[in-house]
């Protein structure tokens, strides 16, 4: 009898390679920038969601998140099912917007993009990774 697959123990999924820059809203990275604004000094965490054309176009904030200076969490099991969530972003309250090991070890079990931004958080200020933690380049869209 094979053994039973459950959410604890399935393997990550991985994604191929997009060869296109991926594309986010501006209203929806302003938002994000806004919150990690008015959480600081502590880090921000939210997601965000892609519309119909694959852009990532809304802010998304976890349930019951946990904002904390050196940190931030959301447990996943308090989100909606929802498959157009395909992206993190996370503020850090420091100059540096490099993936900790931390951040590391949450993308690769997560979500193919994500996104950090440092002081003083603006849109300047914003990296995006893939889940293995490589740069990559992104465009804003009106």
Not at 28 to 44: D, G, H, I, M
Request: aromatic share 12%; hydrophobic share 40%; net charge positive.
């Amino acid at each position: 009898m094979a053994a039973k697959t459950t959410i604890a123990n399935a393997p990550a999924i991985k994604t191929p390679p997009s060869r296109e820059a991926p594309k986010i809203r501006l209203y929806a990275l302003q938002s994000a920038l806004e919150a990690a604004k008015n959480t600081y000094p502590r880090e921000f965490i939210g997601l965000f969601r892609k519309n119909e054309k694959g852009e990532l176009s809304e802010l998304v904030l976890a349930p019951l998140a946990s904002y904390d200076l050196s940190s931030s969490s959301f447990n996943e099991w308090n989100l909606p099912t929802d498959i157009s969530l395909t992206a993190s972003f996370h503020s850090h309250p420091g100059y540096s917007n490099k993936p900790s090991e931390q951040d590391l070890a949450f993308f690769g079990r997560t979500y193919p993009l994500h996104f950090i931004a440092k002081l003083p958080f603006s849109l300047s200020s914003v990296a995006c990774f893939d889940r293995n933690g490589n740069p990559l380049e992104f465009k804003v869209i009106s």
